[in-house]
């Protein structure tokens, strides 16, 4: 607390316009930061210097609860500065001035409210500034007084100010001034103000970094890219050095986080499934009913040397649509049934374990391996006996959904678990999957995701995996080709080509945003139930058509299923419930309506679900106004390819964001951005690969404050190995 008080009567911008420059104030304060933590929230409690009780209410709305959180608030942008004699009628401007004279107080009769009038100057003139509303700066004005203004250039030349102006001699920037994000009641002027009243605090940052790193990667302390941010504007080079510094120190702990758990996790023991090739080597060379691409052969020979290891499996699959992920699956789990060990392949919904447990009975033909389909649907009778038989060793594996984690499910000896759409579960659910070992071995795992991800990406939210992607499509399946149409004039072509399709013998799907209809959704969004209605009655009069959404009983919704993919259905009217999960040859079109209430990944997925025979494949993408419509879905039409989709989503979605792949647990980047930080995020991974290789537990006393930043709480994320093996 004395130090927090010695801060609080500094004045409040002694160093931060010195810069990067070495000495003063910054220098000393190094010594000062080093033992010390972020400045507790208790400071804010006490009121920082410039903000009023309503300020800091407002403060604490937008999160902002301590020092260190407001210095950590970084600009969204900057503001030229503009010098009196440049003024133009009409134009909303910044401009640092100092007071000349008072001129009184008066009240405006147009907008009838208090006005205070001030002549102002700068080094190139003079001029005279109107304050709305704000009637107490008469008392707060005088001769010498410098401002910051932001206000509109009047007929008269006046520059009229509604918002409050920055007052104070050591706050007036040069250049450029800082654009805050606000809200909560709280202006942006008035939060850079309370900001600058609290950059004396700098001098209480931790310096988390080694000294030796930052010379290796030429960055500057904390503090100094902090106050660069803050008070150095319109030095873009000098800003993006500070921004590189904080996303660098970011990612670096993100990367040094999952590589000590990931370590940590290598230190458990699991089954090694190793041996001469046997029921799965036959089956993948033999029975499958198609050749394997040479993407499935090479994640199969990288699964195999992970099994091989006593140290448990721990991968991503990451597999463009329709690239055959559930082959490689089925293949390592046969490769656990061969050595009379088990399985369990884990899915989030029951359409999903159903499509795959309708799949693995397709490929495995009269193989003789006993496996079952456990979900919550699943009969009282039914499911006694296969929890019976999984915990007598009868089954080789198990499909299922969450009922797979609840605790009366045992396993003789579970030996891998694959887990897809991963990202569909939380830290904790698949966590459940792992305890179900026997003893104090823990199963391999295998991590299954059909959402493409950037490498960039995968990094920093599965940084304690390995990761393996998947990019060839077979052969045989030409690229589905994708029309943007609007609803007006082009929706009657869309469904025209639709039933042209449905003639020549194949399929369609047709997809909506909504289940029903509300006074809440609009007229312009389209429902599934009252599409099924109007579509039956005239665009698609005469098909055999149904309904498919995740509100409907489990026997309904597989009724429906079974009889689209037996083709006793023409056209599904549906949700995104079949973004996932279904696999019918023959379905040839996909219509989705209000496309642009969707995201990349999710079009992606919905697209996939059609052309995965030898037919091509058509997707419609319908929305109000195509022309509007954005970068997002003009790159749908063009980019087939998930991977460069993945990229452009993460691109559109700017800094912070990460985009598609969502994650219970996934860490939220404050100062990093993808992919323009690609090349940051990968020095960051390779500085944390060598600081761990040379002091695995960050023992040693330069390495002491990384290691004190590990063990605060980053989100539920970071539990017990154990407990997150499976995260």
């Known amino acids: ?64 609860e301590s ?34 004279r008072l001129l009184g107080r008066s009240r405006a009769r147009a907008q009838g409210v208090a006005a205070v009038q001030a002549q102002v100057r700068d080094h190139t003139g003079s001029a005279r500034a109107v304050f709305f509303n704000q009637p107490w700066l008469q008392q707060r004005l005088s001769a010498g007084t410098r401002l910051l203004l932001r206000g509109r250039v009047d007929a008269r030349r006046r520059i009229a100010v509604w918002s409050h102006a920055r007052i104070g001699a050591h706050e007036l920037p040069r250049g450029a001034t800082a654009l805050y994000p606000a809200g909560g009641g709280l202006r942006g002027e008035a939060l850079a103000g309370v900001l600058a009243a609290c ?96 993407a499935q052969l090479e994640a199969v020979a990288t699964i195999a040397r992970d099994l091989q290891e006593r140290s448990p499996m ?24 061969e050595h009379g060990h088990q399985a369990a392949l884990m899915a989030p919904t029951e359409t999903l374990a159903e499509q795959h447990a309708r799949t693995v009975q397709t490929l495995l033909g009269d193989l003789p391996v006993a496996w079952a389909l456990l979900s919550g649907s699943s009969r009282a009778r039914e499911r006694r ?63 299954l995701s059909a959402t493409p991800i950037p490498r960039s990406l995968a990094l920093v939210q599965f940084g304690d995996l390995d990761i393996t992607l998947m990019r060839e499509r077979p052969a045989a399946r030409a690229p589905v080709r994708t029309c943007l149409v609007d609803a007006g004039s082009g929706r009657g072509r869309a469904y025209a080509a639709l039933r042209e399709q449905v003639r020549a013998g194949h399929q369609a799907f047709v997809v909506c945003p909504l289940v029903s209809a509300s006074e809440q959704s609009g007229a312009q969004l389209r429902a599934a139930e009252k599409e099924l209605e109007a579509l039956s009655a005239g665009e698609l009069a005469g098909l055999r058509i149904a309904l498919l959404h995740g509100q409907m009983h489990p026997g309904e919704r597989q009724r429906a299923m079974r009889d689209f993919a037996e083709h006793a259905i023409d056209v599904l009217v549906a949700t995104t419930v079949i973004e996932v999960g279904i696999d019918v040859p023959n379905a040839t079109v996909i219509v989705i309506e209000n496309a642009e209430r969707f995201g990349l990944a999710a ?63 996934a860490p939220e980047l404050r ?57």
């Open 314 to 337: 721990r991968r991503l699959l990451v597999g463009e649509v329709g690239s055959g992920k559930t082959v490689v699956a089925l293949w390592a789990i046969l490769r656990a049934a």
């Open 385 to 447: 006996e296969i929890l019976g038989a999984l915990a007598a060793g009868e089954l080789a594996f198990v499909i299922g959904t969450h009922a797979l984690i609840e605790p009366e499910v045992r396993f003789a000896s579970l030996a891998l678990a694959v887990i897809d759409e991963q990202h569909r579960f939380g830290v904790r659910q698949r966590a459940q999957l792992g305890a179900k070992g026997p003893g104090a071995i823990v199963p391999h795992t295998l991590h």
């Open 671 to 727: 100062f990093a951005r993808l992919p323009q930080d690609r090349r940051t995020l990968l020095e960051a991974r390779r500085c944390a690969l060598q600081l761990l290789a040379a002091d695995p537990e960050l023992a040693a006393p330069e390495h002491a404050l990384l290691a004190d930043a590990l063990r605060a709480p980053a989100g539920e994320g970071d539990r017990p190995v154990r407990e997150g093996m499976l995260a």
């Open 1 to 64: 607390m004395a130090a927090q008080r010695r801060v609080a009567r500094r004045p409040a911008l002694q160093a931060p316009l010195r810069g990067f420059a070495g000495g003063g104030t910054l220098a000393r304060a190094q010594l000062l930061a080093a033992p010390l933590r972020w400045p507790e929230p208790e400071r804010l409690a006490a009121g920082p210097p410039g903000a009023t009780r309503r300020a800091q209410e407002a403060l604490r709305k937008l999160g902002l």
């Open 199 to 294: 950059a004396g605090a700098l001098c209480d940052v931790v310096e988390r970094l080694p000294g030796r790193l930052r010379a290796s990667f030429a960055l500057p302390t904390r503090a100094e890219a902090l106050a660069a941010l803050h008070f150095c504007r319109g030095q873009e080079q000098r800003g993006e050095r500070a921004l590189r510094r904080l996303a660098f120190e970011e990612l670096l702990l993100l990367q040094l986080r999952y590589l000590r758990r990931r370590n940590a996790a290598r230190g458990l023991r699991a089954r090694a499934l190793c041996g001469p090739p046997g029921l799965a080597a036959r089956w993948i060379s033999e029975q499958l009913p198609f050749a394997p691409t040479a």
């Open 603 to 665: 079009l992606h997925q919905l697209r996939g679900r059609v052309g995965r025979g030898s037919a091509q494949g058509w997707c419609f993408l319908v929305c109000a106004r195509p022309g509007a419509a954005g970068a997002r879905l003009r790159a749908m039409a063009k980019i087939s390819d998930g991977f460069r989709l993945a990229e452009l989503d993460l691109a559109l979605r700017g800094r912070g964001e990460l985009a598609g792949v969502r994650q219970s647990g």
């Open 67 to 100: 020092i260190g959180a407001l210095l950590e608030h970084l600009p969204a942008g900057e503001e030229s500065l503009r010098t009196l004699a440049s003024l133009r009628v009409g134009e909303r401007v910044s401009v640092a001035v100092e007071v000349e």
